[in-house]
């Protein structure tokens, strides 16, 4: 594991209005992730760490504060340029899989890559590869509503992995599915993990982040812990 | 894969894209019918007027052909003028009238053209042979219908009717010597042409030497107006028009379908243009989360945008060639209800299909289509995608 962090936030602040109420999401969360770690973000709904993975990510904007990763200012970026940085850096996996329903579970896979300008058969075979990977290769030409929920799950991270991102953000990647898919669902992350991505994951599931060498606790939009876990 | 993505969407809700399409097909046949309607009568009539090659019409001084009972008197001196034009390649003189023909205890009456069977412009022989001899002349079908002859039988016509002491005027035998298509006269009318000399004798001293019109025709290359100009020098007792002039008051009396056709043409063109941005609004509500994922995972804007209007493109597409088939349908069974209508002749379209304005008015279509794609699909791929994604995780 290299010691340069891959992902660094200084003092980030996100507050949003709902109404004329002016809600405080992050409060000034400072972190550094190192490249190849796997990171658990813990804590109560509401506490602000769906809305700290959006902010590294750069699908949201800080209101204060410095988001960096792999050296870019994420937060600075216009959007043209936080777009391309989403399709090739950073691999996004939702707890409600937000897969394309009207596309084959390969199409679904190949969707980053063919934005990404790869030919059509380099991302065939790229496809194909990815589903294998997560298990899926038989189920290639099925489409989401064929799939099981954890199958739909393991398509969404084929697709995250897609564009070979250093970082894999994932949101409550095992909240839809039940306590067995969900184990293999882990070991999956895991290996994802393994094989070098980083991995940061926002979740209410105990041995998700008992997987994580690292789980960071959040309370009110503040970090309230941070530690390493002995043994993983 | 943009296109694979829009199409995959589209075959995934097939009876939506079916009725979308339908909708867009009725909305391009009408706009269709309502450009045929504009531009048909106007140009069927310019087609008309030009078949025989007659690019101008002498009537009596501050009338138009058919237009009053008037003639002009001194016909073969008009001839004569004319014949000393050079430009001028032939000149066609035309003598309306009726003609009574009787068929044991009942009367058919027909429209009657008196004219030069060498140089006639008012019809086309369908059967038999012009009428060249003093007693002969030729009838359209419907005449011959309603009288019960053929083609070789004679007979008796006259060409007055006294309706008070029930005699007729003008008597004459005549050879049927054929059959006709007269181009200028309405559906179902009965018409015959013979000799002018003989119809102006059978009008009697009235008609000696008078007819109601000519047609002239104009030397290959020889400028139109200028013949016109000179006509008009060398006779100043009649009143002499263009085809273009025609076209103009054949314009101006019917504008007011120029108007219904623009109004409907418009509505047409605003139904297809709402439709499609309604179908695109409700499509785009529904896949909000769709659409923000796929900016999240890095797909650029313009391309989602790209994506969504490409499904309204399509179903413009297929809808405008499915209208343009179901235009041309209606268009014609529109036609044959309108081609009794009084007074016009049945050879007058009055939806006429030109490619130019039909793909023109498609087109239109197609480009509306497009354009109320752009703002809703613009609009939801623009959503704040954090903030959009958590409300489609609470929805």
Excluded at chain 1, 104 to 109: G, K, L, M, Q, R
Excluded at chain 2, 124 to 141: F, H, K, M, Q
Excluded at chain 2, 218 to 223: L, V, W
Excluded at chain 2, 322 to 344: D, H, K, Q, V
Aim: charged share 20%; aromatic share 6%; net charge neutral.
């Amino acid at each position: 594991m290299s010691e340069t962090p891959v992902v660094e936030t200084r003092d980030v602040r996100r507050d949003y209005h709902m109404g004329e109420e002016i809600v405080h999401a992050v409060r000034g969360v400072s972190l550094e992730i190192a490249r190849g770690d796997s990171v658990a973000i813990v804590g109560p709904s509401g506490c602000g760490k769906s809305t700290l993975l959006n902010l590294v990510g750069g699908i949201d904007r800080p209101t204060a504060g410095m988001v960096i990763v792999d050296g870019d200012r994420v937060d600075a970026m216009r959007d043209a340029t936080a777009t391309r940085f989403r399709l090739l850096r950073i691999g996004f996996v939702f707890q409600r899989f937000y897969l394309m329903p009207a596309l084959s579970a390969a199409e679904n896979v190949e969707l980053p890559m063919a934005e990404a300008g790869m030919s059509g058969r380099k991302r065939a075979a790229r496809a194909r590869e990815l589903l294998a990977y997560v298990g899926l290769a038989e189920r290639r030409s099925h489409r989401p509503a064929q799939l099981s929920g954890g199958e739909q799950q393991r398509v969404a991270i084929a697709r995250a992995l897609a564009n070979a991102p250093r970082i894999l953000l994932a949101d409550e990647p095992t909240g839809e599915l039940d306590a067995k898919t969900g184990a293999e669902m882990i070991e999956l992350l895991a290996r994802v993990n393994r094989d070098g991505t980083t991995l940061v994951v926002v979740t209410h599931d105990e041995a998700l982040a008992r997987a994580a060498r690292r789980v960071v606790h959040m309370r009110d939009g503040l970090v309230v812990d941070d530690h390493r876990q002995v043994g993983v | 894969m943009l296109f694979r993505l829009a199409w995959a969407t589209l075959a995934r809700h097939r009876s939506r894209t079916l009725l979308a399409i339908l909708g867009v097909a009725v909305s391009a046949a009408m706009l269709l019918d309502m450009v045929m309607l504009s531009s048909g009568m106007r140009e069927s009539f310019r087609h008309l007027l030009l078949v025989r090659g007659f690019q101008l019409r002498l009537s009596p001084k501050g009338t138009l052909p058919f237009d009053t009972d008037a003639t002009i008197a001194d016909a073969s001196g008009v001839i004569r003028i004319l014949g000393g034009i050079p430009e001028i390649d032939a000149v066609s003189p035309v003598l309306g009238g009726q003609l009574h023909v009787a068929r044991g205890a009942t009367t058919v009456t027909a429209a009657a053209i008196g004219g030069d069977a060498a140089v006639q412009g008012d019809y086309e022989i369908t059967e038999g042979r012009e009428p060249v001899a003093p007693n002969e002349l030729v009838a359209s079908d419907d005449f011959i219908r309603a009288a019960g002859v053929r083609v070789g039988d004679t007979l008796s016509a006259a060409a007055g009717y006294d309706a008070q002491f029930r005699t007729f005027s003008g008597a004459r035998r005549l050879a049927l010597v054929g059959r006709a298509h007269f181009l200028y006269t309405a559906n179902e009318q009965r018409v015959v042409a013979l000799p002018l000399a003989t119809l102006q004798a059978m009008q009697g001293r009235a008609s000696h030497d008078r007819v109601s019109f000519f047609m002239v025709r104009a030397r290959e290359g020889a400028s139109v107006d200028s013949v016109l100009g000179r006509i008009e020098r060398a006779v100043p007792r009649v009143s002499v028009i263009s085809t273009e002039v025609a076209l103009r008051q054949v314009d101006e009396r019917l504008s007011y379908f120029r108007q219904l056709a623009f109004i409907l043409g418009s509505v047409s063109l605003g139904v297809g243009f709402l439709l499609v941005t309604t179908l695109v609004t409700v499509s785009v509500n529904e896949r909000l989360g769709e659409i923000v994922v796929m900016r999240a995972i890095g797909v650029a804007r313009g391309r989602v945008v790209l994506q969504i209007v490409l499904e309204g493109t399509a179903i413009m597409l297929v809808g405008a060639l499915a209208g343009l088939g179901l235009g041309m349908l209606t268009a014609r069974y529109l036609n044959s209800i309108l081609a009794s209508f009084p007074g016009l002749p049945a050879a007058i379209d009055f939806f006429l299909f030109q490619p130019r304005d039909a793909w023109a008015a498609l087109g239109m279509l197609v480009i509306a289509g497009i354009l109320a794609g752009i703002y809703p699909s613009w609009r939801g791929a623009s959503m704040p995608i954090a903030v959009t994604l958590r409300e489609e995780a609470v929805g």
